[in-house]
């Protein structure tokens, strides 16, 4: 009568609850290592925090995008060795576009090419009341000090282009902009 008493539908009912909840505990203590991954080219693109990140020896590259998403931008190759032959360069834009949108650019690039020991200074194309920055423009660029200049594109494409030593990375919106600096970074990393 005792183990009748037991297996009554209400004890049966909370021990399948209790079950669940171990089990799915269990779960949560191993998949907590385990981040969504996927590959592309030889490298291992980990999904985590609404980002897409790559180990590069003991540093990982934040992007916004995956690889897949931007690998159809036009880029010109020999931007590529123009930003990885120099020390420094600067990035400019227009002050008068959306912050945040060039902010993610501007800490991307530096985040990523402290990496590789290129120094990227920040600058804005004219005078603003908003940015303490300097200004430059692609008159500025030279051989040995190149201007990555972002700048939203009169024709609606997105492209990157390389004038004398000014590279004009052309969006034709702000989130395009974003785009363009992840096409740029995995290009400098080997991964596109």
Known sequence: MGAKRFWNKRNTISIF??????????GMMWGRDS???????????????????IKQGKNEIA??????????????????????????????????????YMDTVRFSFLSALQI?????ESSIIQESSDFALPIIDCSNATQF???????????????????DNCIIAQAKDDVDIVRLKDRIIYSLFDII
């Open 17 to 26: 609850i209790v079950l669940i909840m171990v089990s799915s505990g269990i």
């Open 63 to 100: 992007f916004n995008f995956h690889p897949l998403d931007v690998e159809n931008i036009t880029m010109d190759p020999q931007i590529k060795e123009k930003l990885l032959n120099t020390l420094m360069f600067y990035i400019t834009f227009n002050p008068e576009q959306p912050p945040e």
């Open 116 to 120: 590789k020991d290129i120094y990227v």
């Open 35 to 53: 981040d969504p991954s996927t590959k592309y080219k030889g490298h291992t693109i980990i999904a985590r925090d609404n980002l897409w990140w």
């Open 145 to 163: 000090v190149p201007v990555l200049k972002f700048e939203l594109s009169e024709t609606n494409e997105t492209n990157i282009i390389l004038e």
